[in-house]
């Protein structure tokens, strides 16, 4: 926790949630003490999940990111070519997110989000990158790896990798060729995937059954509520769904959901993608899953009825929030994202107040 209070927002609900008037206890929903924390875990991958973690850090000490291991580009798939080890780069980013606001916290994410620039072997490798893998080489432990690094930067919240073995991504992309429009090809590679050329219709990961992470399962086993999005929808969302084992737990888990939209479409991956697009892929590639929230930025819906129906199709209600930086650009402001994720908690969950 970092002590500071979110700025209040307008948060507007779209859709009723129609189990909201009944007990948490009704709704399956694990019942909270009042004055504790809630149990937040948060799946993705990149500077998503970064933004994500930024805020979610704010409302709650009881924070665990879920992170997606398919990277094979720059620094992350150099060491995994060279060491056969899962790729710590995005591991690393949540690290970074999940510092705190002192002197200590910033000075360590600045340090571990450092890149070296050489002529030699070490150019464009992260700190980071390298204090993860020689702890993973001291340790033999993915785990109490990562436990060791949130330690020594005060991590306000844990860091699990979804699997623990590298996962190669692949996508079925419409046109990738541009001189063959509608033909399907197969796409190999989370780097390639994030900015292919053409459409992207499905994305599936090799080994197709990784193993999940016991401690992740368990984690979302656990939570009050489970926070997906946002962050690149086929590379770093999707891929906690493609993983039986934790897409059984976000499944069957007791916790809420809440699924937060990106702010534009990613150039490649998900060009002219309609916000309301983003939740039929999401249900396309896991039937079974079912939301309770989905977030969106007020200014980034153009049509708001056609996402409050594919929410519903989701079982979710729709909640919009001014949560952009007010530069302009399509980040996330941790302040105004932390106050969506807090006025959300407390008033779906109907089991606050945790502070």
Same mark, same amino acid.
């Given at each position: 926790?970092?002590?500071?209070?979110?700025?209040?927002?307008?948060?507007?609900?779209?859709?009723?949630?129609?189990?909201?008037?009944?007990? $948490?206890? $009704?709704?399956?929903?694990?019942?909270?003490?009042?004055?504790?924390?809630?149990?937040?875990?948060?799946?993705?991958?990149?500077?998503?999940?970064?933004?994500?973690?930024?805020?979610?850090?704010?409302?709650?000490?009881?924070?665990?990111?879920?992170?997606?291991?398919?990277?094979?580009?720059?620094?992350?798939?150099?060491?995994?070519?060279?060491?056969?080890?899962?790729?710590?780069?995005?591991?690393?980013?949540?690290?970074?997110?999940?510092?705190?606001?002192?002197?200590?916290?910033?000075?360590?994410?600045?340090?571990?989000?450092?890149?070296?620039?050489?002529?030699?072997?070490?150019?464009?490798?992260?700190?980071?990158?390298?204090?993860?893998?020689?702890?993973?080489?001291?340790?033999?432990?993915?785990?109490?790896?990562?436990?060791?690094?949130?330690?020594?930067?005060?991590?306000?919240?844990?860091?699990?990798?979804?699997?623990?073995?590298?996962? =190669?991504?692949?996508?079925?992309?419409?046109?990738?060729?541009?001189?063959?429009?509608?033909?399907?090809?197969?796409?190999?590679?989370?780097?390639?995937?994030?900015?292919?050329?053409?459409?992207?219709?499905?994305?599936?990961?090799?080994?197709?059954?990784?193993?999940?992470?016991?401690?992740?399962?368990?984690?979302?086993?656990?939570?009050?509520?489970?926070?997906?999005?946002?962050?690149?929808?086929?590379?770093?969302?999707?891929?906690?769904?493609?993983?039986?084992?934790?897409?059984?737990?976000?499944?069957?888990?007791?916790?809420?959901?809440?699924?937060?939209?990106?702010?534009?479409?990613?150039?490649? =991956?998900? =060009?002219?993608?309609?916000?309301?697009?983003?939740?039929?892929?999401?249900?396309?590639?896991?039937?079974?899953?079912?939301?309770?929230?989905?977030?969106?930025?007020?200014?980034?819906?153009?049509?708001?009825?056609?996402?409050? =129906?594919?929410?519903?199709?989701?079982?979710?209600?729709?909640?919009?929030?001014?949560?952009?930086?007010?530069?302009?650009?399509?980040?996330?402001?941790?302040?105004?994202?932390?106050?969506?994720?807090?006025?959300?908690?407390?008033?779906?969950?109907?089991?606050?107040?945790?502070?």
């Amino acid at each position: 926790m970092t002590g500071r209070t979110p700025r209040l927002s307008r948060l507007r609900r779209v859709v009723p949630d129609a189990r909201a008037d009944r007990p $948490a206890e $009704a709704r399956g929903a694990r019942p909270r003490r009042r004055g504790t924390q809630p149990k937040v875990v948060a799946l993705g991958g990149g500077m998503g999940l970064s933004a994500s973690l930024a805020a979610l850090r704010r409302i709650t000490g009881d924070l665990t990111a879920v992170v997606t291991v398919a990277d094979d580009g720059g620094s992350s798939g150099r060491l995994r070519d060279e060491l056969g080890v899962l790729p710590p780069g995005d591991l690393r980013k949540a690290l970074a997110a999940l510092c705190g606001d002192d002197d200590w916290g910033q000075t360590w994410a600045r340090v571990i989000q450092h890149r070296f620039q050489s002529q030699g072997d070490l150019h464009e490798h992260a700190v980071g990158n390298l204090l993860i893998v020689a702890l993973w080489e001291q340790l033999g432990d993915h785990v109490q790896a990562l436990d060791l690094v949130g330690k020594l930067l005060g991590a306000h919240g844990r860091v699990l990798p979804m699997s623990a073995v590298p996962l =190669e991504l692949q996508a079925l992309v419409k046109g990738h060729d541009p001189e063959r429009p509608d033909d399907v090809d197969t796409v190999r590679g989370q780097a390639t995937v994030a900015l292919t050329p053409g459409e992207v219709q499905s994305v599936h990961l090799v080994p197709n059954d990784p193993p999940a992470v016991p401690e992740a399962v368990a984690a979302v086993m656990d939570a009050d509520w489970v926070v997906l999005g946002p962050g690149s929808w086929f590379s770093s969302v999707i891929p906690h769904l493609l993983v039986p084992q934790l897409l059984d737990a976000v499944t069957e888990t007791k916790a809420r959901r809440v699924l937060s939209l990106n702010l534009a479409p990613q150039p490649g =991956e998900t =060009e002219g993608f309609s916000p309301q697009r983003h939740l039929e892929v999401l249900g396309r590639h896991a039937p079974k899953l079912a939301l309770d929230v989905v977030l969106a930025d007020e200014a980034a819906v153009p049509d708001r009825d056609s996402l409050t =129906e594919a929410a519903k199709r989701l079982g979710a209600a729709v909640e919009l929030a001014p949560v952009a930086r007010p530069d302009g650009s399509p980040r996330h402001d941790p302040e105004l994202l932390a106050a969506a994720y807090d006025r959300i908690f407390r008033m779906h969950g109907r089991i606050g107040p945790w502070r």
